[in-house]
């Protein structure tokens, strides 16, 4: 991955989501160590301490822990805390500003969930 | 430790105050740029950091000493600019090892190889080489010369992009390696925004800001909606920069206060909430107007 | 000055100069600066093959020659101004003077001695030296010769005489005392005195005018 | 880590960086006693001639004219290192004003050292090449190796004692460029001055107090003593002055 730097979204918070990723895609396994600062700096060229507040992110939301001395591992559920997380919070969000354009553009509720029906059905058949 | 400590730093050329009671500190083995536009006086603090210049008045620590004139701060502190002046009876080889004959931390191993890297030849001579390459060469001194506080004035000039990213690449591997403290000054925050840790941002002389990077992101916010509802949000608020686009929509950014609330209720009140870049952020806060080049035309 | 003298000087140049080669890299400029170096130092080896004089200063009174000569008494007291003398026996009672001297006709002074002794004496008086160094022995002189009752004077060639002094350098002479030489000249003569006996007969062709100096006496 | 430095230490290494840095300085030497040579070789000559066949001419061979090119020389390179690019290089290695002025010091006096020395030596040369080259008889004044050493002694007194107000006229004119113009003014106007009022010129006088000096002790306590002065101003001045790179 390569860091974007336009993206008005914090480079931790970008670390951050690019960890959550490779475990989601299972390139970490529960309790297995995951990169130091140090790497990660060096890997996106950034500064250290940025890469610290990425990983301390995810070390608050208890996908990551921490290990005296020994770094950063993946918590036994962190998948799961993952997803759990995207869906309250990513998801929410999208279907919020969904919402909000419905309603400037005066479309109705249950025009709406038609909408998204189909939309499902269409990704269904694929 | 700090290793940087100024208070109340004033340098006056003929009467009018470049610096102008300058405040701040820099803690060890931190990286940190120093923004602000052109002629904000940058130049003129790096070079009271390095000793070349004396200050009119107020305080400068440069590690616990007075760095004017100053034998230990010249020993430990580098800076790296396109003004930096090698004898021209000598070749590249030849300034690397009269370097490596000054700084105690010299990496021979790591010049060379950059030297090789940037493919110089080592027989030629600074004095011929171009204003890209001339930046290139400083940095390789720079950086292998390896002094506790390694100061780079502008260090891009002229470099091709591929170079810049070889360099701020160089420049983070040999950070982790042996860390060290690193101010840079930089007109374009965005070029640099990535290996800093923290920013110092300077208009008129003065300390505008001093946040680490990732709190400048959210430092501030763009509001974006109806003029009329966005301008009851900016009441008793700082506004930073705004402008009018469209027929009646506002964009105004400010600092981010916002309650989780305060968010939601704007949001519903059909306002927008946009994250500001960093170095958008400077350039706002850097411009004497709120709304930059569009009040000039303003009627 | 000795060449034993000269090795230690040799020896403190050679030293710094052989440190500076290994130490530094060369380049154009230093190559310049060793040839240099290395050509003084050669030279003043060479110094010692050249076969000079140190210039001795004159003692010779510098007598002005023809306040000598008018008072008629350069025979008595310019022995130091006598540069060449020539003695012919006289057998005849006649002497004729001719002489070569370009277009012009030349000067012989002429002085009757006071006592017969059947001889012709022909003195060459004169002062010459350039910048106090006495060159008069490296003028050539007018040729004389008596044959068949007629004095010849065969006049030199136009001649040249170069001098060149090596110096001290100022440096030197303001601590060892000015051996400053000036750039004076003097050219005083040659002027010849022929001494006849008291009753020779002497007359001259045109080329040459004599002067009895007798009666300045 | 930080790294303490010692004064000294850094004198030493600024003053080996200078000898090779200024090694251009060097081949300026050696180019004007090659210059002051040739002049050597052709000058001092006079001569005169009688209608009566005889023509002298005299030729005086010394290096003087050499060493005079060296003190020239000298206060050229002298000025020169005080100049701004020149002070800018120390200051791009470790320095400070303290330890860029000794530097410089040090390295005046080994270029005053080396001028001197080839200066005097210069004399072989200029009588090798006149005797082998132009074919000259020469009358040879006689120097012993005492001599030869009170004459690089004395010529590297002065030399030195010239690069010191060579490297004070420097300082001065940066301090502010307007000495450039003030020192060759004074320099001048006072010699027209003292011609205008038709008395001996101040500045003559001012010489002569070194140049007339016949002791060899009192010469070398007044030069030494002029050139400390001279480069003790010289550093007091340089030391409050700011390095606008």
Request: one cysteine or more; proline letters at 3%.
């Amino acid at each position: 991955m390569i860091l974007n730097p336009d993206d008005t979204k914090p480079i931790y918070v970008q670390i951050a989501e690019w960890i959550e990723t490779e475990i989601l895609n299972g390139h970490f396994q529960s309790d297995e160590k995951v990169y130091s600062q140090y790497q990660l700096a060096e890997m996106f060229t950034i500064n250290p301490a940025t890469a610290a507040k990425g990983l301390n992110l995810l070390a608050d939301e208890q996908i990551l822990y921490k290990k005296r001395g020994l770094g950063m591992f993946v918590a036994t559920n962190a998948k799961e805390a993952i997803v759990h997380k995207r869906r309250s919070g990513t998801l929410k969000q999208l279907i919020q500003e969904l919402v909000l354009e419905a309603e400037r553009l005066s479309i109705k509720e249950s025009e709406l969930l038609e909408m998204i029906k189909a939309a499902r059905k269409k990704e269904g058949s694929q | 430790m700090n290793v940087i400590e100024c208070n109340g730093l004033t340098k006056a050329y003929f009467r009018k105050n470049v610096l102008n009671g300058l405040t701040f500190t820099i803690e060890e083995n931190k990286i940190t740029g120093l923004i602000g536009r052109n002629g904000v006086g940058k130049t003129t603090l790096v070079k009271i950091l390095a000793g070349l210049i004396k200050e009119t008045s107020g305080e400068v620590r440069v590690f616990e000493q007075h760095p004017f004139n100053n034998l230990y701060t010249s020993a430990n502190t580098i800076l790296v600019d396109d003004q930096m002046f090698f004898p021209p009876a000598l070749q590249l080889h030849e300034l690397l090892e009269v370097a490596q004959s000054f700084y105690p931390n010299w990496d021979m191993e790591l010049a060379q190889r950059l030297l090789q890297y940037f493919s110089f030849d080592p027989s030629h001579y600074h004095q011929t080489l171009s204003k890209g390459r001339t930046s290139t060469f400083n940095m390789i001194i720079g950086l292998a010369s390896r002094c506790s506080l390694t100061i780079l004035d502008e260090p891009t000039t002229g470099m091709d992009e591929a170079v810049r990213k070889d360099f701020y690449r160089a420049l983070m591997k040999d950070y982790l390696a042996h860390p060290r403290t690193i101010l840079i000054s930089s007109h374009h925050l965005n070029e640099i925004e990535d290996i800093l840790e923290d920013v110092l941002l300077i208009k008129n002389g003065k300390t505008l800001l001093h946040e680490s990077i990732s709190d400048l992101k959210e430092w501030a916010i763009a509001l974006q909606g109806a003029s009329t509802v966005v301008q009851k949000w900016l009441v008793e608020r700082n506004c930073i920069f705004q402008r009018q686009v469209g027929k009646d929509t506002l964009y105004a950014v400010v600092r981010d206060d916002f309650t989780k609330e305060n968010k939601e209720e704007a949001l519903r009140g059909g306002v927008e909430f946009i994250p500001v870049k960093a170095s958008d952020l400077c350039v706002y806060l850097t411009n004497d107007t709120k709304g930059g080049i569009d009040d000039v035309f303003e009627r | 000055m000795t060449f034993a003298a000269l090795i230690p000087m040799a020896v403190i140049v050679a030293l710094p100069l052989l440190f500076f080669i290994v130490r530094v890299k060369k380049k154009v400029t230093h190559w310049l600066l060793v040839v240099y170096i290395g050509v003084l130092l050669l030279s003043v080896v060479a110094a010692f093959f050249i076969k000079s004089d140190e210039p001795e200063i004159t003692d010779r009174p510098r007598d002005d020659l023809y306040e000598m000569l008018y008072s008629g008494e350069i025979y008595a007291k310019g022995s130091n101004l006598l540069l060449k003398e020539d003695s012919f026996p006289i057998e005849g009672e006649k002497v004729r003077v001719t002489s070569s001297y370009g277009d012009e006709s030349s000067s012989v002074y002429i002085e009757r001695k006071t006592e017969d002794d059947q001889k012709m004496d022909v003195l060459a008086y004169g002062s010459f030296s350039i910048a106090k160094l006495d060159v008069a022995e490296e003028i050539v002189l007018p040729a004389v010769q008596l044959k068949d009752e007629t004095l010849t004077i065969v006049y030199p060639e136009y001649q040249k005489l170069k001098t060149s002094i090596v110096m001290n350098e100022f440096t030197i002479e303001q601590f060892t005392g000015n051996k400053k030489y000036n750039s004076e000249f003097q050219i005083d003569g040659p002027i010849l005195l022929v001494r006849i006996p008291p009753d020779l007969e002497i007359e001259a062709d045109s080329t040459t005018e004599l002067i009895s100096i007798d009666e300045w006496k | 880590m930080s790294s303490n430095v010692s004064l000294v230490e850094t004198v030493k290494k600024q003053y080996a960086f200078k000898m090779k840095a200024y090694i251009d300085a060097f081949s300026s030497l050696v180019g004007i006693q090659f210059i002051a040579f040739l002049f050597s070789l052709g000058g001092g000559s006079s001569s005169m001639g009688t209608s009566d066949g005889y023509h002298f001419e005299l030729k005086f061979y010394s290096a003087d004219l050499v060493i005079i090119f060296t003190f020239i020389w000298i206060f050229v390179t002298a000025i020169t290192i005080t100049t701004k690019p020149y002070r800018n290089q120390d200051f791009t290695f470790v320095t400070n004003r303290m330890s860029s002025s000794l530097s410089n010091i040090l390295f005046l006096l080994s270029a005053s050292l080396l001028g001197a020395f080839t200066a005097v030596l210069s004399r072989f040369l200029i009588q090798t090449v006149a005797y082998f080259l132009l074919k000259e008889d020469l009358y040879i004044a006689s120097v012993m190796t005492s001599e030869m050493m009170i004459g690089i002694t004395v010529s590297l007194l002065y030399v030195f004692w010239i690069s010191s107000i060579g490297y004070f006229v420097g300082t001065l004119v940066q301090i502010h460029k307007g000495f450039a113009l003030l020192i060759p003014v004074i320099v001048i106007g006072s010699l027209f001055y003292d011609g205008f009022m038709q008395r001996y010129a101040m500045l003559l006088i001012l010489f002569q107090f070194y140049f007339l000096e016949s002791s060899m002790v009192l010469f070398a306590i007044k030069t030494l003593i002029t050139t400390a002065v001279l480069f003790f101003a010289s550093i007091a001045i340089l030391n409050r002055m700011e390095v606008r790179r």
